[in-house]
Every structure is written in C-alpha cells, then in structure tokens.
C-alpha cells in the first residue's frame, strides 16, 4: 500500500551527469536531484480526477432535479438553494485540509475526503420514508459530501506538480481540476433525463412515487461508484512518486504557517484571487440551481440541464485545450486570462440584456439564452487551471496545496454568499438578474 519501495530501474538517474561542463544533472538547495517521471502517473491522475467528478455530481444532484424535488420531497425552493450551498459550507475546515495535505502528502487527505464522499452518499441513500427525517438524512450527507470539497478541488496543482514533469504539468492541472466541474455537468444530464419531471398541465401528473423511485435509483448508483474508488484509492494511491519529476517537486518549500503569511501579505497574490474568487464563484453557484432560476424563462427542467451540461463540458474541453497550448508557451497566462474574462463579460452581458428584452427590446429566443449562457460558462470554467498555474508562479516557494486552498476557499466564499442570498430570495426572473449583474460587473 502507498508508494513501496522503488525498483533497481527507477532509481536509475533520468540525465546522466557528467564531470567536465556537460553537467546535465538538476540541482537544488546545492543538492542533485535526479528527475524520473513514472507511468504510474496517468493511474494516480485517473483515481483524483474520478474522484473529483463523483463529488461534483453528488454537490451538484439536486439542483438540475429542482421541480421534482420540490414536488416528490416537500423541498422549498431555498431548501434546494441550502442543498447547493453545503458545498461552499464544508469549505470551512478548509485549511485543516490544507495543514494535512502539507504535512501528511496527498494520500491521507484524499483518504480522508474519500471516507466523508462515502459516509455522505450512505446517510442520504437511506430510504426512510418518513420525510421529515429523508430531508435532514439529504442534508448531512450534503454537508459530508462538501467537506471532500478543499481536497479535490485544490489539490491538482499539487498533484501535477509531484508526478508530472513540467512540460505535462499544465495539461495535468487542467484534468484534475476540471473534473470535479465535470461531474456538476453530469449531473445536469443524469438527474433530468431519469427523474420525471412533475407536469401538473397533464391528466395524470407524475407521481410522487415514480419521481422517489428514480431518484434513489441514482442515489445507489452514486454510492456504489464511489465505494469502488474510494476501494480503489485505499489500495493504492501513493503520497509521491520514489524519485521526483523536476527540480519544483525537489526544491524546499516555505512552512505552512509561512506560507499562509506570505498569503495573506502579498497584494498581487490577493488581487489575482479576488479576480479569480468572484466570477468562479458566482457562476458555480448559479449553475447550482440553474433549473429554478431559469424556470421563470419557460426553460423546462430537461433544458435547463442540457444548457447547464454544454456550458460546463465546454469549459473543460476548452480549458484543456487551453493549459496544453499554456504548456507549450510560457509566459502569456495573464493575456489568455484577460481574454478569457473579457469573453465572459461579453457574454454575460448579452444574456442579462436577452432577459431584459421588455426594456432592451432585443430578440429573446431560446437560441440565444442558450448561446450566451453556455459561452458564460465555457470562458469561466476554462480559466480555472490558468488561474491556478499563475498563482503557483507568483508566489513560489509557497506550496502548491495550500496556494491554490486557499483561492478555492474564496471562490467557494463568493459561491456561498450568492446561494446565501438565494435562500431568503429565490423567484422570479429577478435572481437571474442580480446574478448576471454581479457577473457582467466583474
């Protein structure tokens, strides 16, 4: 179990140094390092980033759901708002997992999250039919389930960085970080498409029954998926690789006490993460309940997880695209990113004037909320790995973990507050446009 001891082979140096001027040999803190990267990698990659997705789709499960739940469970409309909003709560102990993840490597902090996914998605499988006690069941395994969120959305940037050489490292940080928005998009698809939507327009209007049945159907599978990997992560999932891939996975990085100090001391660093913070944030916990606030808009519940799918896988494709072709030139992170949110605004802009149609007297189609909402979604989400790798470069020595812990945590902060504000007002299309105002304003 962990990493084992390493083979003959992969102690082998990967540059062969040399006496006279022909040195190839890495250094650090006046040390050699010899640089190896493993195949083992793409496995370790695999197991995070599956991980990832299963949190997104549980965090994001009820939201896409929002109208059958309200009719098959007695939810509230800011009930589903506080189902969304237990994400950013289990945020809290975030630097908790920061210290752990520091101290104890990757492998006791991914345990460890894997354990609550587990224990949250038992607690609100259980198929109790008294449903006053179903919703608090719902609620804590929520709430579980959030707190594996500081993990598996902060810690690809450290991942990457331990397995990956620095010519993958980007790509690496874009498939880890962006599964976990990968699964919120799954959600929009696998929810809406097995559980019936409640259509009080028809004769027969779809059960209560149906709606509960189908939705623990997902419920089980959900929960059987990720016993297998947490089974999987146990076995093995090793802390580092036996020999590291670059002299940034060598190097001596600052204590977790002086690096949260040089944090919370560095202007650049804060001002990068509030431009980070706010358009993540918002745009993640809108997309957190997207069916009830495009509902006002006469976009049915179906539509609404297809608008909210495309929206994010988009993003990811193209946030891939994006840290490849960041991998292969270096120095222009800061222009992709001023690309990316000038996209953004745009086209917030576009689908707060769309719905403002009565006063703008713009064309308001479903096309076009369709187009607008999901290029808001593909220019946000492809821009998390840029982020991450400018903040890791601006304030290197710090480490990974904790840097990108504690971005995570105020975009998670800004997500919190929006669903916050939702739960005492959630009608109308009003809450799409203090939504989009906040985005358009950035």
Request: proline share 5%.
């Amino acid at each position: 179990m962990g990493a084992g001891s390493s083979t003959e082979a992969e102690r082998e140096p990967l540059l062969v140094p040399s006496r006279v001027g022909t040195n190839t040999n890495t250094y650090t803190n006046g040390l050699p390092v010899n640089s190896r990267v493993y195949g083992r990698r793409w496995l370790v990659l695999t197991l995070f980033s599956l991980l990832a997705l299963m949190q997104g789709m549980v965090w994001n499960f009820w939201g896409p759901i929002a109208n059958s739940a309200v009719q098959a469970y007695g939810f509230t409309k800011s009930d589903i708002a506080f189902l969304v909003l237990w994400g950013p709560v289990g945020y809290i102990p975030w630097l908790l997992f920061m210290w752990l993840m520091d101290k104890k490597g990757l492998r006791i902090s991914l345990l460890l999250s894997a354990f609550f996914m587990l224990l949250g998605s038992a607690l609100r499988s259980v198929p109790v039919t008294d449903l006053h006690l179903r919703r608090w069941l719902i609620h804590g395994g929520q709430f579980l389930n959030g707190l594996a969120g500081p993990t598996v959305m902060s810690a690809g940037p450290y991942l990457s960085t331990t397995w990956f050489a620095p010519d993958q490292r980007a790509t690496a940080t874009a498939v880890a970080s962006l599964f976990s928005y990968l699964g919120g998009a799954t959600s929009f698809i696998v929810g809406p498409l097995i559980v019936p939507a409640p259509n009080v327009s028809q004769a027969a209007a779809v059960s209560n029954t149906s709606i509960q049945s189908r939705t623990q159907l997902i419920l089980y599978a959900e929960l059987a998926v990720i016993a297998v990997l947490s089974t999987a992560t146990l076995l093995y999932f090793p802390s580092r690789p036996p020999v590291p891939p670059s002299v940034a996975a060598a190097s001596q990085r600052l204590s977790y006490r002086s690096s949260i100090c040089r944090l919370l001391s560095n202007f650049r660093f804060l001002m990068i993460g509030f431009a980070y913070a706010v358009p993540t944030g918002v745009i993640a916990g809108w997309f957190g309940v997207l069916d009830m606030v495009l509902t006002p808009a006469n976009i049915s519940q179906v539509n609404a997880g297809w608008v909210g799918f495309w929206s994010t896988v988009g993003g990811c494709v193209f946030g891939v695209a994006m840290a490849r072709f960041a991998d292969s030139i270096r120095g222009m992170l800061k222009m992709i990113l001023v690309l990316m949110l000038a996209g953004a605004s745009l086209s917030s802009t576009w689908f707060t004037l769309t719905c403002l149609s009565s006063f703008t007297h713009l064309p308001s189609t479903t096309a076009i909320l369709y187009t607008s909402c999901i290029l808001v979604g593909i220019f946000i989400n492809s821009s998390v790995p840029i982020f991450f790798e400018l903040f890791i470069e601006t304030v290197y020595p710090v480490p990974e973990g904790i840097t990108c812990g504690v971005v995570t945590f105020l975009g998670n902060l800004a997500a919190g507050l929006l669903l916050f504000s939702l739960t005492f007002y959630c009608t109308g299309m009003s809450g799409i446009i203090i939504i989009l105002t906040l985005r358009s304003s950035f």
